[in-house]
């Protein structure tokens, strides 16, 4: 990477600094949104985990087994959400 001279970073502007550092915000908005989604997939994956050894066990409590299939259609809706966000603000 190369610096800008001194006398030019400070001849610019708010606005044409805040344009310059553009790309660069939206590449982090970008990734954060990428960490929330495998954050939710984790989750997913240990949840549906958890259900699988739920229904194995001799006796199930079915309001617990019912509230974990709400989470995890709530997560996946949660996910798709932030598919679609990522579409919208971040147009291939």
């Not at 495998?38 to 617990?64: G, M, N, T």
């Amino acid at each position: 990477m190369k610096l800008k001279p001194f006398k030019e970073i400070i001849a610019m502007s708010k606005e044409k600094l805040a344009e310059s550092l553009a790309p660069i915000r939206a590449r982090k908005v970008r990734s954060q949104a990428e960490l929330e989604m495998a954050k939710l997939d984790d989750e997913l994956v240990r949840l549906e985990a958890d259900i699988q050894e739920d229904c194995a066990k001799e006796s199930i409590d079915f309001p617990k087994l019912l509230d974990k299939l709400d989470k995890v259609g709530l997560l996946e809706r949660r996910k798709k959400q932030y598919d679609k966000v990522l579409g919208d603000l971040f147009p291939s």
